[in-house]
């Protein structure tokens, strides 16, 4: 017999990937009614993606996860390549060497997604009782437009349907290893399930976010297309513990021999992950059958690839022949209903982006929603989740067309040589490689973003501050607390807890003028924090602000600063976060008293700088223009209701 039950949630999300879990990080902060489904019986262990970039990092940082992705995952730097040596060998011909390292603390980390997804799912159990509910997918979905315009409304109805243990268990592919789980992964090997099998639970919902991967079921009940290429891309993809005497096995490296082509990714342990094409971009058949592929094929491919190097495995956690098409769907939401991360953009794994996309796509999306949700911002600001995004992943798409055609070219270029029985790497060639990767290095890591003009990105900023722009990211800087000297990176004093920061960038404060300014700051800023605050609330929950200085820190002192940044609690104290200054550090060399130039602001003068939650820069102005960033805040924030509580 069919059980039936029925539910109401503000948010449902579909899908607890990377995406999913990026929005579901959100719903935690704010404390937002919300539920999270994914059809797996359990969350994934091993395979999927394994690259985070450096902009992915700097928010997992400002989550706290970052240093857990540090500690087990490989760092990688650069990108060695290996080409025909003429005489039937391979060589190295050069290296590929990131400069992220010059703008960010975070170069790119390579793990497993299972652990990735295992730290986010630990910081949302920590802040909120949201947690996964496997086994489940959706049966139908109906949406009433007529309550699209009524906050308390709830316009979805889905019917979801608890999976049996066989609908809901992917079977590996054979040949793996058999898997030793982390501790910390030990509890989610059990499946859980909130209902017994076949149940069907009609849950009403005033927003759905459909995380559901590039074969998304959302996508498909909103009627939205998923256009681009209609042939596939086939990769072979393994990660084992290679036996190899390839002397760059520890770096990650391009191998291009007269056999083939072949990534090599270095990953945590002793683990190398192996891209094979099955089909490169120029011979792709739809008639290929990827259910054909064998891990001894595989095996057989990198052998001969990489001879006259030995190569073979004992240990495989993982293989897939992973198949994907360059695809993006033209739109990302119906009304209420929502598209996020693979489910809007599909493209080769060759670049390593899509968990990075889909990450950003989730962190992007999810702190307007809960202040949607909370009534805190009109629903027009949901509109910018795809005035940011979309044209983002349509730039991703372009960036890899171009980055499988540069390869092609290469490709064609090498074959041609070979039969001319000139086989040997080009210096040209190379210098073309590196060309295209420094021309593309600051988007592929996130590190521009090119976010428009809108109610939260207000472009007419004035140029008291050369570096930073609004839309953009606020560029990592180390600078030092001035309660005890601690130097801490600002993508981890700027936590992702769902408040606006305003930053006061004060300038030199022991300047008896700039001393004026400062003071003079406090009563606006004091308004300004109440008028957007809720009743009972903390004064600093909505925005919080924040003083950089740029004196010496021994010069100043806490008491030099106005009560705006000097709050204290009957329980905690004082709180110590609201002061830093840009000075050296005296035991870490890294921290140089720096920030103000990597950010282009005047060290006597100073200017102010509205983050968003996200850290995205909104406003740019003086650091007396107390009335101009009020006007940014009161073009989306609404003044809470007496009643309200956050
Ligand atoms: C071999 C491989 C290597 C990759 N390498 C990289 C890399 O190095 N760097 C990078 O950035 N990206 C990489 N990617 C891409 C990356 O995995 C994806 O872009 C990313 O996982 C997308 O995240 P997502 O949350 O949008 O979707 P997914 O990770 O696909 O998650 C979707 C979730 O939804 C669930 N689901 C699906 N349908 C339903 C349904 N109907 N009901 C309920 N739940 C459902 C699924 O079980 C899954 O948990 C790689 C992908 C593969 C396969």
């Known amino acids: 017999m069919t059980v039936s039950t029925e539910s109401t949630t503000d948010v449902l999300i579909i899908g607890a990937g990377p995406s999913g879990l990026a929005v579901a990080y959100w719903m935690a902060q704010y404390g937002i009614n919300a539920r999270i489904i994914d059809k797996r019986s359990t969350k994934i262990f091993r395979g999927h993606a394994d690259g985070l970039r450096g902009r992915t990092l700097e928010l997992l940082d400002s989550m706290g996860i970052t240093q857990r992705i540090l500690q087990e995952g490989y760092h990688a730097a650069g990108l060695k390549y290996w080409r025909p040596d003429g005489n039937g060998g391979l060589k190295r011909a050069g290296q590929l060497r990131s400069t992220i390292w010059k703008s960010s603390p975070h170069r790119m980390a390579l793990l497993s997604q299972g652990r990735i997804e295992r730290f986010f799912l630990d910081v949302i159990r920590d802040s909120s009782s949201i947690d996964v509910e496997r086994g489940v997918m959706g049966e139908s979905l109906t949406y009433d437009e007529s309550l699209e315009h009524d906050s308390q409304a709830y316009p979805i109805t889905i019917k979801l349907r608890t999976l049996s243990e066989e609908e809901a268990t992917p079977i590996p592919n054979p040949g793996t290893t058999p898997y030793r789980p982390a501790r910390d992964d030990l509890e989610d090997l059990a499946p859980k399930r909130k209902h ?46 290679p036996i190899t005497d390839f002397p760059d096995i520890r770096w990650p490296s391009s191998i291009d021999s007269p056999h083939g082509h072949l990534l090599v990714i270095t990953r945590e342990n002793n683990v190398v992950r192996f891209y094979v094409p099955l089909q490169e971009e120029d011979e792709i058949s739809p008639s290929f059958d990827r259910s054909t592929v064998t891990l001894d094929m595989l095996r057989e491919r990198v052998k001969s690839i990489m001879s006259p190097f ?104 090498q074959d041609q040589l070979e039969l001319q029985g000139l086989p040997e790497a080009n210096p040209e060639d190379i210098q073309a490689m590196q060309d295209v990767f420094r021309e593309n290095e600051m988007f592929a890591e996130g590190h521009v973003s090119f976010y428009k003009a809108s109610l939260i990105v207000d472009k007419d900023s004035t140029a008291v501050a050369k570096h930073l722009t609004a839309g953009e990211r606020f560029p990592q800087a180390l600078i030092c607390k001035q309660a005890d000297g601690q130097p801490w990176w600002t993508s981890r004093l700027l936590n992702s807890d769902g408040r606006f920061r305003l930053l006061l960038l004060v300038g030199d404060c022991r300047l008896e003028d700039q001393k004026s300014r400062i003071l003079a700051l406090n009563g606006g800023l004091l308004a300004l924090q109440k008028r957007f605050t809720p009743p009972k609330q903390k004064l600093d929950s909505v925005i919080e602000v924040k003083a950089i200085h740029s004196a010496p820190l021994d010069d100043v002192e806490l008491s030099d600063f106005p009560p705006v940044l000097r709050q204290f609690d009957e329980t905690t104290g004082w709180d110590y976060t609201k002061v830093w200054s840009d000075s050296e550090c005296f035991w870490d060399e890294q921290c140089k008293g720096n920030a103000y130039e990597i950010w282009g602001v005047d060290r006597s003068r100073g200017a102010m700088v509205a983050l968003r939650p996200d850290q995205y820069i909104g406003w740019i102005g003086e650091l007396d223009d107390v009335a101009g960033v009020t006007k940014y805040f009161e073009g989306f924030l609404h003044e809470p209701r007496p009643e309200a509580v956050l």
């Open 196 to 241: 017994n099998v076949g149940t069907i639970e009609t849950v009403r919902a005033k927003y759905l976010i459909g995380c559901d991967g590039a074969h998304s079921w959302t996508r498909k009940q909103l009627n939205i297309p998923f256009e681009g290429s209609h042939t596939d891309h086939i990769w072979g993809v393994m990660d084992v513990v």
């Open 310 to 413: 030995s190569f073979d495995f004992k240990i495989c956690h993982w293989w897939a022949a992973y198949q994907v098409g360059r695809r993006l769907a033209p739109a990302v939401n119906k009304g209420r209903m929502y598209l996020v991360g693979d489910a809007v953009h599909t493209h080769s794994p060759k670049i390593g982006l899509g968990m990075n996309m889909s990450i950003q796509d989730g962190f992007n999306l999810g702190w307007k929603l809960a202040l949607v949700v909370k009534e805190m911002a009109p629903p027009s600001i949901l509109g910018t989740y795809k005035s940011e995004r979309h044209q983002l992943a349509k730039m991703l798409l372009e960036f890899d067309q171009k980055w499988a055609a540069f390869f092609l070219k290469q490709k064609k270029k």
